[in-house]
């Protein structure tokens, strides 16, 4: 067993850190929280905290309409928030992110309103088999309206991508490739920049799914050669309520409303409206204004304790954890088992165990991790279970709380094997 908490060559003060965030101090059950749940959505530091608590008794206004003192704070931080998401992705510019409530929002949004604008009847799309509900379902409506047609990239018996299959699937009538940069299940982190050039060449656009990567490392938009991307707040240590949609401008430009209303045109009339300039024309009324501002708080912690410094943390633990966890008699993990192909997050089953009875005895140790099918059924059904048991590591998970889950799957398999 692991005996402190930091791991040689890791440069995280993880005990300092964990001071920062006051919902680690809870106990629950008796027992102190091991919060292995962050993929789900993460825990909040003080700074963000007390950002939005200032914004609510400082300077509390609607953003973009008054010309007094507390509405010109508020919109100056608001925008200020917008330039720190875009600098954080290596966008070219502030005007390339438009906030939304989250990336199944964001995705939404590029679905409805790029994709309603751009595919039309017998053209495709092209997804995977292990995205969230939230980069597919979008995508089966849009080609219900369009009468477009969906395509699936298949995975290996690890939970890889099979390239090779790009061949067959990427055609001259692939409009759009749609894709999680890392999955929430099996935690694979897909070749985001070679399928992107694959699908450029044969004139197809690049959506991918980012909620599970941008939090835990370095993500630049131009390294990765895509045309769209979302993430979400609430997963980086910032509030619910605000993500985040990245375009290149050209395309965002180009595209129609998604939603109308206050603050997204520019001239109305009794019979038409003409549309703002973006991103306002994709914000239609009132903003998630001290969310984003949060937002930005979020961001400058992150980058405070810096993205690679997270990521060598999160390797630490995952090299770490899946050794422990391949000791476990009856246990099934699922995904890459090398970890430098993947993510901290680590979805499993147990024979003989219901995946919400662990969750349910760990919480008995005070240990939070997620059972179910995680919003994502179609990979579940091909991995032929009905559910499984996650747990996911970020920058305040310790050793002792992976030791402390693997000691904690052997006393359950041992209940349930007596
Ligand atoms: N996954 C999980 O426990 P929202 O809910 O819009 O903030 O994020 C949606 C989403 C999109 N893509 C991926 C890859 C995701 O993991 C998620 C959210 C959470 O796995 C909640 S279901």
Same mark, same amino acid.
Request: aromatic share 6%; glycine share 8%; proline share 5%.
């Given at each position: 067993? =692991?005996?402190?908490?930091?791991?040689?060559?890791?440069?995280?003060?993880?005990?300092?850190?964990?001071?920062?965030?006051?919902?680690?101090?809870? #106990?629950?059950?008796? /027992?102190?929280?091991?919060?292995?749940?962050?993929?789900?959505?993460?825990? !909040?530091?003080?700074?963000?905290?007390? +950002? %939005?608590?200032?914004?609510?008794?400082?300077?509390? #206004?609607?953003?973009?309409?008054?010309?007094?003192?507390?509405?010109?704070?508020?919109?100056?931080?608001?925008?200020?928030?917008?330039? !720190?998401?875009?600098?954080?992705?290596?966008?070219?510019?502030?005007?390339?992110?438009?906030?939304?409530? *989250?990336?199944? &929002?964001?995705?939404?949004? @590029?679905?409805?309103?790029?994709?309603?604008?751009?595919?039309?009847?017998?053209?495709?799309?092209?997804?995977?088999?292990?995205?969230?509900?939230? *980069?597919?379902?979008?995508?089966? $409506?849009?080609?219900?309206?369009?009468?477009?047609? %969906?395509?699936?990239?298949?995975?290996?018996?690890?939970?890889?991508?099979?390239?090779?299959?790009?061949?067959?699937?990427?055609?001259?009538?692939?409009?759009?490739?749609?894709?999680?940069?890392?999955?929430?299940?099996?935690?694979?982190?897909?070749?985001?920049?070679?399928?992107?050039?694959?699908?450029?060449?044969?004139?197809?656009?690049? %959506?991918?799914?980012?909620?599970?990567?941008?939090?835990? $490392?370095?993500?630049?938009?131009?390294?990765?050669?895509?045309?769209?991307?979302?993430?979400?707040? =609430? /997963?980086? +240590?910032?509030?619910?309520?605000?993500?985040?949609?990245?375009?290149?401008?050209?395309?965002?430009?180009?595209?129609?409303?998604?939603?109308?209303?206050?603050? $997204?045109? /520019? %001239?109305? &009339?009794?019979?038409?409206?003409?549309? #703002?300039?973006?991103?306002?024309?994709? &914000?239609?009324?009132?903003?998630?204004?001290?969310?984003?501002?949060?937002?930005?708080?979020?961001?400058?912690?992150?980058?405070?304790?810096?993205?690679?410094?997270?990521?060598?943390?999160?390797?630490?633990?995952?090299?770490?954890?899946?050794?422990?966890?391949?000791?476990?008699?009856?246990?099934?993990?699922?995904?890459?088992?090398?970890?430098?192909?993947?993510? @901290?997050?680590?979805?499993?089953?147990?024979?003989?165990?219901?995946?919400?009875?662990?969750?349910?005895?760990?919480?008995?140790?005070?240990?939070?991790?997620?059972?179910?099918?995680? +919003?994502?059924?179609?990979?579940?059904?091909?991995?032929?279970?009905?559910?499984?048991?996650?747990?996911?590591?970020?920058?305040? *998970?310790?050793?002792?709380?992976?030791?402390?889950?693997?000691?904690?799957?052997?006393?359950?398999?041992?209940?349930?094997?007596?």
């Amino acid at each position: 067993m =692991h005996g402190s908490i930091t791991e040689p060559g890791v440069t995280l003060d993880v005990a300092a850190l964990r001071q920062e965030f006051p919902i680690l101090q809870r #106990a629950i059950r008796g /027992k102190p929280l091991a919060f292995l749940d962050s993929a789900a959505s993460a825990q !909040k530091p003080r700074s963000v905290l007390e +950002c %939005l608590d200032d914004y609510y008794r400082r300077f509390n #206004a609607n953003v973009h309409r008054g010309v007094y003192t507390l509405s010109e704070e508020a919109t100056f931080a608001y925008e200020r928030a917008r330039g !720190k998401a875009a600098r954080l992705i290596g966008a070219g510019s502030a005007r390339e992110v438009v906030f939304t409530r *989250n990336s199944t &929002e964001a995705i939404n949004l @590029a679905a409805y309103s790029w994709g309603g604008a751009n595919v039309r009847p017998g053209e495709r799309i092209l997804l995977t088999v292990m995205e969230h509900h939230s *980069n597919l379902v979008p995508w089966q $409506m849009l080609a219900q309206r369009n009468g477009a047609h %969906l395509d699936y990239l298949p995975i290996d018996g690890q939970g890889r991508l099979v390239l090779d299959d790009l061949d067959r699937l990427l055609t001259e009538r692939t409009r759009l490739v749609a894709l999680s940069h890392q999955s929430n299940v099996l935690g694979t982190i897909n070749p985001v920049r070679t399928i992107a050039d694959r699908a450029h060449a044969v004139g197809a656009r690049v %959506l991918v799914d980012a909620a599970q990567s941008v939090p835990h $490392m370095p993500v630049d938009v131009r390294d990765l050669g895509v045309d769209f991307l979302a993430f979400s707040g =609430h /997963k980086l +240590c910032g509030p619910t309520g605000v993500g985040v949609l990245w375009g290149r401008y050209e395309l965002l430009d180009a595209m129609p409303p998604f939603l109308g209303g206050g603050s $997204m045109i /520019k %001239l109305v &009339e009794l019979e038409q409206s003409t549309y #703002a300039d973006v991103p306002a024309r994709f &914000e239609a009324g009132t903003p998630a204004i001290g969310e984003a501002i949060a937002l930005g708080a979020a961001i400058d912690f992150l980058q405070s304790v810096g993205l690679e410094a997270i990521q060598q943390h999160e390797q630490a633990l995952l090299a770490y954890a899946l050794a422990q966890l391949a000791e476990v008699t009856g246990l099934r993990l699922y995904g890459p088992t090398t970890p430098d192909e993947r993510g @901290a997050v680590l979805a499993f089953t147990l024979a003989g165990v219901h995946p919400h009875d662990i969750a349910a005895l760990l919480d008995t140790e005070g240990i939070a991790v997620r059972a179910g099918h995680h +919003c994502t059924q179609p990979l579940h059904r091909l991995l032929d279970v009905p559910a499984t048991t996650r747990a996911s590591f970020y920058l305040y *998970n310790t050793f002792e709380e992976a030791d402390r889950l693997v000691g904690a799957l052997q006393r359950t398999r041992i209940l349930f094997s007596s």
